[in-house]
């Protein structure tokens, strides 16, 4: 009789209780809800951060076919006013999610002329036609 008892006394040891298996299983759901949470923001929003950088590509793009173009404006019509060069850009840029502004910036030289500026400002724009991210470039005479 003796033996039989130590057996299952040896037995009843091993292993969990059900208590036991079911506080570590509600403790790992609520880890595992929290996890779930916080990749899951961040997962949703890595995607935003890739269009961002390929429109922001697209951005810098456009500032440089305006450079090329004024520094090709700027070799061709040396006496040309600089709003000749606005009105080019006004009309050949922008559309889609891209947005052009350009306007004019007086700046005192302290000399008899004033030194005039062309500020062309190229935007990202999302659907609801709020900036997301720009580009601001200077031209001058």
Request: hydrophobic residues 40%.
């Amino acid at each position: 009789m003796m033996k039989n008892r130590i057996i299952l006394n040896d037995y009843n040891q091993r292993g969990f209780t059900l208590l036991e298996v079911i506080i570590t299983l509600v403790i790992a759901a609520i880890f595992g809800s929290m996890l779930i949470q916080f990749t899951g923001t961040s997962m949703s929003r890595s995607a935003d951060t890739v269009e961002r950088v390929r429109n922001g590509s697209t951005l810098v793009r456009t500032v440089e076919e305006i450079t090329k173009e004024y520094r090709i404006w700027m070799k061709n019509n040396p006496d040309d006013p600089l709003v000749n060069f606005k009105n080019t850009i006004d009309a050949s840029y922008g559309g889609g999610n891209i947005d052009v502004r350009t306007e004019f910036s007086d700046v005192d030289s302290g000399m008899d002329a004033d030194i005039e500026i062309l500020r062309v400002t190229v935007s990202e724009l999302d659907e609801d036609l709020k900036v997301r991210q720009s580009l601001v470039t200077l031209f001058t005479r």
